[in-house]
């Protein structure tokens, strides 16, 4: 018995310890650590002076399916390298159990259609938001991932 409660107390100081600590040592999957395929699920596109309305992926020319490799800093629209549409990832933060990836696209050549976006990966559950923007233009889509 007196075992069982030693135990007990144990478990209880090790689980009161882990739930105070900062968030950056209790973080899920999706850290960044591993490669992930991300799925969006619904996006909306804003223009200025016209508002928001929800479009499909393909009618703003992205992806439905985003592999993103933290390590090499990559998020390309296909596994295979040869035939994908890569961006790479400029800037990596964590913080608040989100992780945070960022970068910027010129776009053509000649044309003024370039953008800034930026990717956050809720660590615990893999849900993800993308926001984008340009010029008197913003995009925001949402989805989640897995880890592949």
């Known amino acids: 018995m007196i075992r069982m409660l030693g135990l007990f107390a144990m478990l209880l100081c090790t689980s009161a310890c882990v739930s105070v600590l900062p968030s950056q040592f209790v973080a899920g999957d999706f850290d960044g650590s591993k490669p ?12 200025a002076g016209e508002g928001c309305q929800a479009v499909t992926p393909e009618e703003i020319n992205l992806p439905r399916f985003l592999w993103i490799n933290v390590e090499k800093k990559t998020i390309q629209s296909t596994k295979s390298a040869e035939d994908a ?7 990596v933060k964590r ?32 849900q993800v938001v993308l926001t984008a923007s340009g010029d008197r233009f913003a995009v925001v889509a949402f989805g989640t991932c897995t880890l592949y």
């Open 95 to 126: 913080f608040d159990s989100k992780l945070i990836l960022q970068g910027a696209e010129d776009g053509r050549e000649g044309v003024r259609d370039g953008f800034g976006w930026s990717l956050a990966v809720m660590e615990d559950t893999g």
């Open 85 to 91: 549409r890569v961006s790479r990832i400029e800037g």
């Open 36 to 47: 992930m395929l991300c799925t969006v699920i619904a996006a909306s596109e804003c223009i």
